[in-house]
C-alpha cells in the first residue's frame, strides 16, 4: 500500500510548491495504534492518527519542526485515520492511556535521519501536548484537606484498619473506637492493667485481632462487646519468639481465613509469617527493625512488610523473600522501606525515606519517581486515583500526582494546643473517596514534651482527584 504524506498541512501553510518528498520509519511499528503530530514555528499542534505499519513520507519546507508521537498497545476503533478530531469538552480522557511517546526535533532537512527520542508513559509534556489547557479535566488538580472531625483521646491508637468506608481502630490499652468519618463511638472500653497491645486488624466484618507486646495474638469479638464495659477478647495464638506483634493484617470476612504476622523491635531481627488458624507458615526472617513497622495484605498468599529498613518482606503464594531496595542511598542518606500501601492483589506503594513513594510490582519490579522528594522519611503513604500521598516528620501531607505538574505541600494537620511545634502523624489511612483518617497524630512542642494526642478526620475540600 502507498505510504501516506504526512504533514501536506504545512506545506499549504507556506503557500509554496512541495519540497522533496522524506521517508521517515515510525518509532514503534509494532503499534496497535498511533497519534503523530508536528508543531510548526508560532503555531500549535496538529495531531492526526496514522498507520504505525508504514513509513511516514514527510513534505516539509520551513524549519524547526517539532514532531511527536503517542503509541498505543490497544486499537481504538473510533479513531479513523486523518486529522484527529476535536477531543470534545468535557474532553475524551481515553487518550491518556498510551505507552509510549518519542519526539524528534527537525533543526534542518539533515535531521530527518536522526533517532528518536523515546519515553515511557506518563509523559508530562506529551499530555500537555495533546490536551492543552483541558488536561486537567482529566487528571484532576492538586486537593486541599480540611480538618472536619477530631477526637482527643488519653490513649495511643496502635492498630487502624478500614473496610466497607468505615475504620475501627484498637489503642494500646485494648480499648476499641470505629468511625465513619461523621462520628466516633466506643465498641468497647480498655482493658484494666493492659498496657501492652501493640497493634490491631479487622476483616471488615464481626472480628478483631489484637497484638501484644509478649508476642501474644488475641481475637475479639464485635457482636460481644458493649461500648460502656471493658472489651472482651479470646485468646487466639503466639508467635514462637515471643517478639512483640509489630504489625497484623487479615484476609476480608468472605474469603478464606489467613492471619499476616509481622514481629519486630527495634535492632532485632523482624519475623513475618502466614497463620492459617492452626499453624505458621511461610515464614521469613529479616533485617532488624527501626521506629516504623507496617504491613499489608495484598491477595489471598500475599503480603508484604515494611520494618523502617533496607529491604521489604514479600510473602508471595508458595514463596517468601527479601527483597532489596531499588537505591540504597542518595545524596540524603540511607534509605529506608518506612510505609506500604496496598494497590490490588500484585503490587503496592512503598514509602521509602528519600525518595518518596515507590511503585513495586510482583515479584521484584520498582518504579522510582524521578522527582525525589528529599524528605528525611516517609511515614505513611496513601493511593487515591491518580495521585499518592504521604505524610513525613514534618506536620506537612506531600501530594505526588501520577501525571501533570507537581503540587505544593499543605499543612494540612492544624495545632491544637498553643504550644505545639510539631505533629506526627501515625496510621494514615483512605476512608473513602473524599476522606482521610489519622489514626494518631502526637502534638509535641519544642522540647519533644506531648501536648496532646488525637483521631482525625481530614475531608477534601478543593481540587479533584
Known amino acids: 500500500m502507498e505510504a501516506r504524506r504526512f504533514a501536506v498541512w504545512l506545506a499549504l501553510l507556506a503557500g509554496c510548491t512541495p519540497s522533496p518528498v522524506f521517508v521517515m520509519p515510525a518509532p514503534d511499528p509494532g503499534a496497535a495504534t498511533m497519534l503523530m503530530g508536528f508543531s510548526a514555528p508560532g503555531g500549535g499542534p496538529r495531531i492526526s492518527v496514522v498507520r504505525p505499519d508504514q513509513p511516514w513520507r514527510l513534505v516539509a519546507e520551513d524549519f524547526p519542526l517539532d514532531l511527536r508521537v503517542l503509541s498505543y498497545d490497544h486499537p481504538i476503533p473510533?479513531?479513523?485515520?486523518?486529522?484527529?478530531?476535536?477531543?470534545?469538552?468535557?474532553?475524551?480522557?481515553?487518550?491518556?492511556?498510551?505507552q509510549g511517546a518519542a519526539t524528534k526535533l527537525l533543526r534542518a532537512q539533515e535531521d530527518i535521519a536522526d533517532?528518536?527520542?523515546?519515553?515511557?508513559?506518563?509523559?508530562?509534556?506529551?499530555?500537555?501536548?495533546?490536551?492543552?489547557?483541558?488536561?486537567?479535566?482529566?487528571?484532576?488538580?492538586c486537593t486541599t484537606w480540611t480538618e472536619t472531625l477530631s477526637l482527643d483521646v488519653p490513649r495511643v491508637i496502635v492498630g487502624l484498619k478500614v473496610a466497607q468506608e468505615e475504620a475501627i481502630g484498637v489503642d494500646f490499652g485494648g480499648g476499641v473506637?470505629?468511625?465513619?468519618?461523621?462520628?466516633f463511638q466506643a465498641i468497647c472500653a480498655p482493658i484494666p492493667g493492659v498496657v501492652d497491645v501493640t497493634t490491631g486488624t479487622w476483616d471488615g466484618g464481626d472480628t478483631l485481632w489484637i497484638g501484644h507486646r509478649?508476642?501474644?495474638?488475641?481475637?475479639?469479638?464485635?457482636?460481644?462487646?458493649?461500648?460502656?464495659?471493658?472489651?472482651?477478647?479470646?485468646?487466639?495464638?503466639?508467635?514462637?519468639?515471643?517478639?512483640p506483634i509489630a504489625a497484623l493484617d487479615v484476609a476480608p470476612s468472605s474469603e478464606p481465613f489467613e492471619l499476616f504476622i509481622l514481629a519486630a523491635a527495634r535492632g532485632s531481627a523482624t519475623w513475618m509469617a502466614r497463620w492459617d488458624g492452626q499453624?505458621?507458615?511461610?515464614?521469613?526472617?529479616?533485617?532488624?527493625?527501626?521506629?516504623?513497622?507496617?504491613?499489608?495484605?495484598?491477595?489471598?498468599?500475599?503480603?508484604?512488610?515494611?520494618?523502617?529498613?533496607?529491604?521489604?518482606?514479600?510473602?508471595?503464594?508458595?514463596?517468601?523473600?527479601?527483597?532489596?531496595?531499588?537505591?540504597?542511598?542518595t545524596v540524603e542518606g540511607l534509605t529506608a522501606a518506612q510505609s506500604v500501601e496496598a494497590e490490588g492483589p500484585d503490587s503496592a506503594w512503598i514509602g521509602i525515606s528519600h525518595l518518596g513513594p515507590c511503585h513495586y510490582a510482583l515479584p521484584r519490579s520498582w518504579v522510582v519517581p524521578s522527582d525525589r522528594s528529599g524528605t528525611f522519611s516517609v511515614d505513611n503513604v496513601v493511593r487515591l486515583p491518580g495521585r499518592t500521598y504521604f505524610t513525613s516528620a514534618r506536620i506537612r501531607l506531600h501530594e505526588v500526582p501520577d501525571r501533570g505538574p507537581g503540587c505544593?505541600?499543605?499543612?494540612?494537620?492544624?495545632?491544637?494546643?498553643?504550644?505545639?511545634?510539631?505533629?506526627?502523624?501515625?496510621?494514615?489511612?483512605?476512608?473513602?473517596?473524599?476522606?482521610?483518617?489519622?489514626?494518631?497524630?502526637?502534638?509535641?512542642?519544642?522540647g519533644a514534651v506531648v501536648q496532646s494526642t488525637s483521631i482525625r478526620i481530614l475531608t477534601r475540600s478543593g481540587g479533584s482527584p
Open 115 to 141: 533517532g528518536w527520542v523515546k519515553s515511557m508513559a506518563p509523559d508530562n509534556a506529551a499530555d500537555d501536548w495533546l490536551y492543552g489547557a483541558d488536561l486537567a479535566k482529566c487528571i484532576g488538580t
Open 214 to 243: 509478649d508476642g501474644r495474638i488475641e481475637r475479639l469479638l464485635r457482636s460481644e462487646q458493649r461500648a460502656d464495659q471493658p472489651c472482651v477478647v479470646h485468646a487466639a495464638t503466639r508467635v514462637p519468639s515471643g517478639q
Open 408 to 446: 505544593a505541600d499543605s499543612e494540612t494537620f492544624p495545632r491544637h494546643g498553643s504550644a505545639t511545634t510539631r505533629i506526627q502523624a501515625s496510621l494514615l489511612r483512605r476512608l473513602n473517596a473524599r476522606q482521610l483518617v489519622v489514626g494518631h497524630a502526637r502534638e509535641e512542642d519544642g
Open 78 to 98: 473510533d479513531l479513523a485515520e486523518g486529522p484527529l478530531a476535536a477531543l470534545g469538552d468535557p474532553p475524551r480522557c481515553d487518550l491518556l492511556n498510551y
Open 177 to 183: 473506637i470505629r468511625t465513619d468519618g461523621a462520628s
Open 279 to 329: 499453624r505458621f507458615d511461610q515464614e521469613i526472617t529479616g533485617s532488624p527493625a527501626q521506629f516504623s513497622t507496617q504491613l499489608v495484605r495484598l491477595a489471598a498468599g500475599r503480603a508484604i512488610g515494611t520494618a523502617d529498613n533496607q529491604e521489604i518482606l514479600v510473602i508471595h503464594d508458595d514463596r517468601a523473600e527479601r527483597v532489596e531496595l531499588p537505591i540504597l542511598s
